[in-house]
Protein backbone atom coordinates (compact mmCIF):
# COMPACT_ATOMS: atom_id res chain seq x y z
CA UNK A 1 0.00 0.00 0.00
CA UNK A 2 1.33 3.38 -0.78
CA UNK A 3 2.54 5.59 2.51
CA UNK A 4 -0.16 8.83 1.94
CA UNK A 5 -3.06 5.43 2.31
CA UNK A 6 -1.43 3.78 4.75
CA UNK A 7 -1.64 7.12 6.72
CA UNK A 8 -5.11 7.16 6.66
CA UNK A 9 -5.71 3.61 7.23
CA UNK A 10 -3.41 4.67 10.65
CA UNK A 11 -6.30 7.04 11.47
CA UNK A 12 -8.96 5.10 10.99
CA UNK A 13 -7.88 2.69 13.55
CA UNK A 14 -5.88 4.55 15.81
CA UNK A 15 -7.70 8.19 15.59
CA UNK A 16 -5.48 11.45 14.44
CA UNK A 17 -2.63 12.49 15.36
CA UNK A 18 1.42 12.35 14.62
CA UNK A 19 2.12 9.45 12.71
CA UNK A 20 5.92 8.32 11.92
CA UNK A 21 6.91 5.67 9.05
CA UNK A 22 10.10 3.41 9.11
CA UNK A 23 11.19 0.94 6.87
CA UNK A 24 12.66 -2.56 7.02
CA UNK A 25 13.94 -3.85 3.29
CA UNK A 26 13.83 -7.58 1.89
CA UNK A 27 17.35 -8.54 0.34
CA UNK A 28 18.07 -10.75 -2.46
CA UNK A 29 21.33 -12.73 -2.04
CA UNK A 30 23.52 -12.82 -5.03
CA UNK A 31 25.26 -15.41 -3.98
CA UNK A 32 26.58 -17.31 -0.44
CA UNK A 33 23.40 -19.69 0.15
CA UNK A 34 23.68 -21.33 3.21
CA UNK A 35 26.77 -20.49 4.60
CA UNK A 36 25.43 -18.10 6.74
CA UNK A 37 24.68 -20.26 9.47
CA UNK A 38 28.08 -21.95 9.16
CA UNK A 39 30.15 -18.65 9.79
CA UNK A 40 30.46 -18.25 6.00
CA UNK A 41 30.65 -15.45 3.12
CA UNK A 42 27.38 -13.93 1.88
CA UNK A 43 26.65 -11.35 -0.53
CA UNK A 44 23.16 -9.84 -0.51
CA UNK A 45 21.95 -6.20 -1.02
CA UNK A 46 18.65 -4.51 0.36
CA UNK A 47 16.03 -3.91 -1.92
CA UNK A 48 12.87 -1.55 -2.49
CA UNK A 49 10.48 -4.22 -1.37
CA UNK A 50 9.56 -3.77 2.24
CA UNK A 51 8.48 -4.02 5.13
CA UNK A 52 6.65 -0.46 6.34
CA UNK A 53 5.91 0.03 10.14
CA UNK A 54 4.07 3.32 11.09
CA UNK A 55 4.25 4.10 14.71
CA UNK A 56 2.65 6.34 17.27
CA UNK A 57 3.83 6.54 21.46
CA UNK A 58 1.11 6.04 23.72
CA UNK A 59 0.65 7.12 27.25
CA UNK A 60 0.33 3.88 28.53
CA UNK A 61 1.94 0.45 28.39
CA UNK A 62 -0.11 -1.10 25.60
CA UNK A 63 1.15 -2.15 21.90
CA UNK A 64 -1.04 -2.93 19.84
CA UNK A 65 -0.37 -4.08 16.05
CA UNK A 66 -2.57 -3.89 13.41
CA UNK A 67 -1.66 -5.28 9.53
CA UNK A 68 -2.96 -3.63 6.23
CA UNK A 69 -3.78 -7.38 5.21
CA UNK A 70 -5.07 -9.02 8.18
CA UNK A 71 -8.32 -8.12 10.55
CA UNK A 72 -8.28 -7.07 14.58
CA UNK A 73 -5.33 -6.19 16.33
CA UNK A 74 -2.88 -7.74 18.62
CA UNK A 75 -2.55 -6.31 21.96
CA UNK A 76 -0.07 -6.90 24.64
CA UNK A 77 1.61 -5.14 27.83
CA UNK A 78 5.04 -4.31 27.47
CA UNK A 79 5.82 -5.15 31.27
CA UNK A 80 5.19 -9.03 29.78
CA UNK A 81 5.97 -10.02 26.65
CA UNK A 82 7.31 -13.18 26.40
CA UNK A 83 4.26 -15.62 26.00
CA UNK A 84 3.72 -14.64 22.21
CA UNK A 85 6.19 -16.91 20.34
CA UNK A 86 3.07 -18.85 18.69
CA UNK A 87 0.34 -16.59 18.02
CA UNK A 88 -0.91 -16.52 14.64
CA UNK A 89 0.84 -12.96 13.26
CA UNK A 90 2.54 -10.36 15.08
CA UNK A 91 4.71 -12.62 17.28
CA UNK A 92 7.94 -11.54 14.89
CA UNK A 93 6.88 -7.45 16.32
CA UNK A 94 6.75 -8.91 19.92
CA UNK A 95 9.83 -10.99 20.12
CA UNK A 96 11.55 -8.60 18.77
CA UNK A 97 10.51 -5.57 21.13
CA UNK A 98 10.86 -8.28 24.28
CA UNK A 99 14.67 -8.73 22.99
CA UNK A 100 14.95 -5.12 22.75
CA UNK A 101 13.52 -4.44 26.33
CA UNK A 102 15.72 -6.69 27.44
CA UNK A 103 18.74 -5.28 26.35
CA UNK A 104 17.66 -2.74 27.63
CA UNK A 105 16.15 -0.27 25.13
CA UNK A 106 13.40 1.92 26.59
CA UNK A 107 10.19 0.74 25.37
CA UNK A 108 7.36 2.69 25.30
CA UNK A 109 3.19 2.10 24.46
CA UNK A 110 2.52 2.05 21.09
CA UNK A 111 0.04 1.66 18.47
CA UNK A 112 1.56 -0.04 15.46
CA UNK A 113 0.66 -0.47 11.80
CA UNK A 114 2.04 -2.90 9.43
CA UNK A 115 2.25 -2.75 5.43
CA UNK A 116 4.61 -5.45 3.34
CA UNK A 117 5.12 -4.98 -0.74
CA UNK A 118 7.59 -8.08 0.35
CA UNK A 119 5.22 -11.09 -0.87
CA UNK A 120 5.10 -13.24 1.52
CA UNK A 121 7.05 -16.89 1.75
CA UNK A 122 8.82 -15.40 -1.70
CA UNK A 123 12.11 -16.15 0.05
CA UNK A 124 12.59 -12.29 0.04
CA UNK A 125 12.97 -11.93 3.35
CA UNK A 126 9.62 -10.44 4.38
CA UNK A 127 9.90 -11.59 8.25
CA UNK A 128 13.19 -9.89 8.19
CA UNK A 129 12.32 -7.27 6.83
CA UNK A 130 9.43 -6.72 9.46
CA UNK A 131 11.00 -8.10 12.18
CA UNK A 132 14.38 -5.20 11.18
CA UNK A 133 11.14 -2.41 10.64
CA UNK A 134 10.19 -3.37 14.28
CA UNK A 135 13.82 -2.51 15.31
CA UNK A 136 14.48 0.40 13.84
CA UNK A 137 11.18 1.95 14.86
CA UNK A 138 11.40 1.05 18.82
CA UNK A 139 15.30 1.92 18.57
CA UNK A 140 14.94 5.38 16.97
CA UNK A 141 11.99 6.33 19.85
CA UNK A 142 14.37 4.91 22.44
CA UNK A 143 17.51 7.29 20.97
CA UNK A 144 15.17 9.79 21.30
CA UNK A 145 13.83 9.99 24.62
CA UNK A 146 16.86 8.19 26.59
CA UNK A 147 19.74 8.54 24.09
CA UNK A 148 20.25 4.68 23.65
CA UNK A 149 22.82 5.00 20.36
CA UNK A 150 21.45 3.21 17.40
CA UNK A 151 23.50 0.71 16.11
CA UNK A 152 22.38 -1.11 12.95
CA UNK A 153 24.13 -4.29 13.54
CA UNK A 154 23.11 -4.98 16.77
CA UNK A 155 19.66 -4.38 15.79
CA UNK A 156 20.17 -6.96 12.96
CA UNK A 157 20.96 -9.27 16.05
CA UNK A 158 18.30 -8.53 18.15
CA UNK A 159 15.97 -9.31 14.90
CA UNK A 160 17.90 -12.55 14.02
CA UNK A 161 17.23 -13.45 17.88
CA UNK A 162 13.96 -12.79 17.36
CA UNK A 163 13.51 -15.17 14.88
CA UNK A 164 15.41 -17.80 16.11
CA UNK A 165 14.04 -17.92 19.67
CA UNK A 166 10.69 -16.88 19.46
CA UNK A 167 9.17 -18.10 15.68
CA UNK A 168 11.77 -21.21 15.91
CA UNK A 169 13.74 -20.47 12.77
CA UNK A 170 17.15 -21.60 13.22
CA UNK A 171 17.88 -18.73 10.93
CA UNK A 172 21.60 -16.79 10.57
CA UNK A 173 22.55 -13.12 10.04
CA UNK A 174 22.07 -12.48 6.37
CA UNK A 175 18.75 -11.75 5.64
CA UNK A 176 18.51 -9.01 9.39
CA UNK A 177 22.16 -7.78 8.35
CA UNK A 178 20.90 -7.18 4.91
CA UNK A 179 17.97 -5.11 5.73
CA UNK A 180 19.44 -3.29 8.59
CA UNK A 181 22.65 -2.42 7.04
CA UNK A 182 21.83 -2.26 3.23
CA UNK A 183 23.34 0.50 0.90
CA UNK A 184 21.62 2.06 -2.00
CA UNK A 185 23.67 0.65 -5.12
CA UNK A 186 26.05 -1.84 -3.42
CA UNK A 187 25.86 -5.79 -2.12
CA UNK A 188 27.02 -6.45 1.38
CA UNK A 189 30.34 -8.72 1.13
CA UNK A 190 29.39 -9.86 5.02
CA UNK A 191 31.35 -12.63 6.87
CA UNK A 192 29.27 -14.15 9.24
CA UNK A 193 32.25 -16.03 11.85
CA UNK A 194 32.51 -12.81 12.90
CA UNK A 195 30.79 -9.95 11.24
CA UNK A 196 33.33 -8.17 9.44
CA UNK A 197 31.73 -6.50 6.05
CA UNK A 198 32.28 -4.77 3.26
CA UNK A 199 29.53 -2.57 0.79
CA UNK A 200 30.59 -3.64 -3.11
CA UNK A 201 29.14 -1.44 -5.61
CA UNK A 202 26.62 -3.16 -8.32
CA UNK A 203 26.50 -0.98 -11.26
CA UNK A 204 25.01 -3.67 -13.29
CA UNK A 205 23.10 -0.99 -15.35
CA UNK A 206 26.08 0.68 -16.27
CA UNK A 207 27.70 -2.47 -17.55
CA UNK A 208 24.47 -3.37 -19.50
CA UNK A 209 22.69 -5.60 -17.08
CA UNK A 210 19.42 -5.78 -15.16
CA UNK A 211 19.01 -7.75 -11.94
CA UNK A 212 15.81 -9.68 -12.26
CA UNK A 213 13.93 -11.43 -9.53
CA UNK A 214 11.91 -14.64 -10.49
CA UNK A 215 9.30 -15.52 -8.08
CA UNK A 216 8.28 -18.77 -9.01
CA UNK A 217 4.95 -18.28 -6.96
CA UNK A 218 5.28 -22.10 -5.58
CA UNK A 219 3.65 -21.64 -2.05
CA UNK A 220 6.75 -22.91 0.41
CA UNK A 221 5.32 -25.45 3.17
CA UNK A 222 7.73 -26.57 6.24
CA UNK A 223 10.32 -24.50 5.20
CA UNK A 224 11.50 -24.36 8.67
CA UNK A 225 11.69 -27.78 10.10
CA UNK A 226 13.63 -28.40 6.32
CA UNK A 227 15.78 -25.45 6.73
CA UNK A 228 16.73 -26.67 10.56
CA UNK A 229 17.40 -30.15 9.41
CA UNK A 230 20.28 -28.92 6.91
CA UNK A 231 21.84 -26.83 9.81
CA UNK A 232 21.40 -29.51 11.91
CA UNK A 233 23.47 -31.83 9.03
CA UNK A 234 26.34 -29.28 8.92
CA UNK A 235 26.44 -29.18 12.51
CA UNK A 236 26.92 -33.18 12.81
CA UNK A 237 29.63 -32.51 9.23
CA UNK A 238 31.21 -29.89 11.48
CA UNK A 239 31.37 -31.95 14.86
CA UNK A 240 33.07 -34.88 13.21
CA UNK A 241 35.63 -32.71 11.36
CA UNK A 242 36.60 -30.22 14.30
CA UNK A 243 39.22 -33.04 16.40
CA UNK A 244 40.90 -33.52 12.97
CA UNK A 245 41.36 -29.88 11.95
CA UNK A 246 41.67 -26.78 13.44
CA UNK A 247 38.55 -24.69 12.47
CA UNK A 248 36.54 -22.36 14.32
CA UNK A 249 33.21 -23.21 11.71
CA UNK A 250 32.24 -25.08 9.02
CA UNK A 251 32.90 -22.54 6.77
CA UNK A 252 36.35 -22.01 7.56
CA UNK A 253 37.74 -24.89 5.64
CA UNK A 254 38.93 -24.12 2.46
CA UNK A 255 38.46 -26.74 -0.73
CA UNK A 256 41.87 -28.48 -0.55
CA UNK A 257 41.31 -28.68 3.33
CA UNK A 258 37.90 -30.55 2.81
CA UNK A 259 39.22 -32.65 0.23
CA UNK A 260 41.77 -33.71 2.80
CA UNK A 261 39.26 -34.36 5.76
CA UNK A 262 35.83 -34.97 4.31
CA UNK A 263 36.41 -38.89 5.28
CA UNK A 264 35.89 -37.95 8.90
CA UNK A 265 32.42 -37.17 7.98
CA UNK A 266 30.40 -40.23 8.92
CA UNK A 267 26.95 -39.31 7.65
CA UNK A 268 27.24 -39.17 3.58
CA UNK A 269 24.25 -36.90 3.67
CA UNK A 270 26.04 -34.40 6.32
CA UNK A 271 29.00 -34.55 3.80
CA UNK A 272 27.25 -33.80 0.48
CA UNK A 273 25.87 -30.71 2.96
CA UNK A 274 29.19 -29.87 3.71
CA UNK A 275 31.03 -30.08 0.34
CA UNK A 276 28.18 -27.57 -0.51
CA UNK A 277 29.03 -25.02 2.34
CA UNK A 278 33.10 -25.07 1.72
CA UNK A 279 32.32 -24.49 -2.31
CA UNK A 280 29.94 -22.24 -2.01
CA UNK A 281 31.99 -20.55 0.60
CA UNK A 282 34.61 -20.29 -1.69
CA UNK A 283 32.61 -19.31 -4.91
CA UNK A 284 31.59 -16.33 -3.10
CA UNK A 285 34.85 -14.78 -2.20
CA UNK A 286 36.13 -15.36 -5.71
CA UNK A 287 32.87 -13.83 -6.73
CA UNK A 288 33.05 -10.44 -5.26
CA UNK A 289 36.57 -10.02 -6.56
CA UNK A 290 35.44 -10.64 -10.12
CA UNK A 291 32.50 -8.34 -9.94
CA UNK A 292 35.22 -5.81 -8.64
CA UNK A 293 36.97 -6.50 -11.37
CA UNK A 294 33.52 -5.61 -13.72
CA UNK A 295 33.39 -9.64 -15.26
CA UNK A 296 30.40 -10.27 -14.87
CA UNK A 297 30.21 -13.03 -17.28
CA UNK A 298 32.55 -15.02 -14.41
CA UNK A 299 29.92 -13.77 -11.68
CA UNK A 300 27.65 -15.78 -13.64
CA UNK A 301 29.28 -18.21 -14.26
CA UNK A 302 29.48 -19.01 -10.71
CA UNK A 303 26.07 -18.02 -10.02
CA UNK A 304 25.03 -21.25 -12.45
CA UNK A 305 27.42 -23.17 -10.05
CA UNK A 306 25.81 -22.30 -6.67
CA UNK A 307 22.30 -23.34 -8.05
CA UNK A 308 23.71 -26.79 -9.12
CA UNK A 309 25.33 -27.00 -6.08
CA UNK A 310 22.34 -26.08 -3.93
CA UNK A 311 20.32 -28.50 -6.42
CA UNK A 312 22.51 -31.14 -6.29
CA UNK A 313 24.13 -31.13 -2.81
CA UNK A 314 22.51 -29.26 -0.34
CA UNK A 315 18.88 -30.29 -2.24
CA UNK A 316 16.69 -26.83 -1.32
CA UNK A 317 16.11 -26.34 -4.40
CA UNK A 318 13.15 -28.11 -5.65
CA UNK A 319 11.18 -28.87 -9.15
CA UNK A 320 9.11 -24.93 -9.34
CA UNK A 321 12.83 -23.52 -8.37
CA UNK A 322 14.82 -25.66 -10.85
CA UNK A 323 12.22 -25.59 -13.38
CA UNK A 324 12.51 -21.61 -12.74
CA UNK A 325 16.46 -21.83 -13.40
CA UNK A 326 16.34 -23.82 -16.12
CA UNK A 327 13.79 -21.21 -17.92
CA UNK A 328 15.98 -17.98 -17.07
CA UNK A 329 19.13 -20.00 -18.74
CA UNK A 330 17.54 -20.90 -21.70
CA UNK A 331 16.60 -17.40 -22.40
CA UNK A 332 19.08 -15.15 -25.00
CA UNK A 333 20.80 -12.51 -23.19
CA UNK A 334 20.69 -14.31 -19.53
CA UNK A 335 24.34 -13.97 -17.82
CA UNK A 336 23.74 -15.66 -14.51
CA UNK A 337 20.58 -17.06 -12.44
CA UNK A 338 20.12 -19.16 -9.46
CA UNK A 339 17.89 -19.68 -6.67
CA UNK A 340 18.23 -16.66 -4.04
CA UNK A 341 17.19 -17.22 0.06
CA UNK A 342 16.34 -20.80 2.16
CA UNK A 343 14.64 -22.63 -0.77
CA UNK A 344 12.32 -25.03 -1.27
CA UNK A 345 10.25 -22.32 -3.66
CA UNK A 346 10.26 -18.69 -3.44
CA UNK A 347 12.49 -16.57 -5.87
CA UNK A 348 15.54 -17.15 -8.37
CA UNK A 349 17.27 -14.35 -9.50
CA UNK A 350 19.14 -13.39 -13.07
CA UNK A 351 21.05 -10.87 -14.33
CA UNK A 352 20.18 -10.25 -18.19
CA UNK A 353 21.27 -7.90 -20.53
CA UNK A 354 19.00 -4.42 -20.52
CA UNK A 355 17.88 -4.62 -24.08
CA UNK A 356 17.08 -8.61 -23.70
CA UNK A 357 14.41 -7.52 -20.42
CA UNK A 358 11.34 -7.82 -22.37
CA UNK A 359 11.73 -10.75 -24.11
CA UNK A 360 13.56 -12.54 -21.14
CA UNK A 361 10.20 -12.01 -18.98
CA UNK A 362 8.05 -13.67 -21.88
CA UNK A 363 10.10 -16.20 -22.66
CA UNK A 364 10.62 -17.30 -19.18
CA UNK A 365 7.08 -16.80 -17.95
CA UNK A 366 6.14 -19.04 -20.54
CA UNK A 367 8.67 -21.69 -20.33
CA UNK A 368 8.27 -21.69 -16.41
CA UNK A 369 4.29 -21.86 -16.63
CA UNK A 370 4.36 -24.74 -19.55
CA UNK A 371 6.66 -27.08 -17.13
CA UNK A 372 4.58 -26.33 -13.71
CA UNK A 373 1.56 -24.79 -14.12
CA UNK A 374 2.18 -21.71 -11.44
CA UNK A 375 2.04 -18.55 -12.90
CA UNK A 376 5.46 -16.50 -11.67
CA UNK A 377 5.88 -12.69 -11.63
CA UNK A 378 9.54 -10.96 -12.80
CA UNK A 379 9.99 -7.59 -10.81
CA UNK A 380 13.25 -5.79 -11.37
CA UNK A 381 15.23 -5.41 -8.47
CA UNK A 382 16.52 -2.03 -6.96
CA UNK A 383 19.05 -2.31 -4.39
CA UNK A 384 18.59 0.40 -1.91
CA UNK A 385 18.90 1.40 1.39
CA UNK A 386 18.64 -0.55 4.73
CA UNK A 387 16.75 0.04 7.52
CA UNK A 388 15.60 3.77 8.17
CA UNK A 389 12.94 6.70 8.63
CA UNK A 390 11.20 7.87 5.97
CA UNK A 391 9.20 11.14 5.74
CA UNK A 392 6.62 11.82 2.81
C1 LIG B 1 17.21 -17.98 4.94
C2 LIG B 1 17.85 -17.66 6.29
C3 LIG B 1 19.25 -17.07 6.11
C4 LIG B 1 20.11 -17.92 5.18
C5 LIG B 1 19.36 -18.28 3.90
C6 LIG B 1 20.11 -19.27 3.07
O1 LIG B 1 16.95 -16.84 4.22
O2 LIG B 1 17.04 -16.77 7.01
O3 LIG B 1 19.86 -16.89 7.37
O4 LIG B 1 20.57 -19.06 5.84
O5 LIG B 1 18.08 -18.83 4.19
O6 LIG B 1 21.31 -18.73 2.63
Redesign the pocket.
Given at each position: MEIGLLKEKFCEIYGEGEIRVFVGPARV?LIG?????QGGYVFPCAISLRSACLVRIRSDNRIRIAASDLPGIVEADISDLSGYGSIPWGNYQLGVAHIMRQKGYSLYGMDMLFDETVPHGSGL?SSAAIEVATAISIATISHERVGTPINKVELAQIAQMAENEYVGMN?????QFASAMGQEGQAILLRCSDLDYHYAPIQLSQMGYTLMICNTKKPRSLVTSA?NQRRGECDEAYADLKGHVNIACLAELSPAQFHENEKYIRNPVAKKRAKHVVLENARTIQAASVLKEGNIIRFGELMYASHESLRDLFEVTGEELDAMYRACVAQKGVVGARMT??GFGGCAIAIVENEQVEAFTAGACESYKKQTGYTPAFYMAEITDGAREIYS
Open positions: NEHTDHSCGIMDYGA
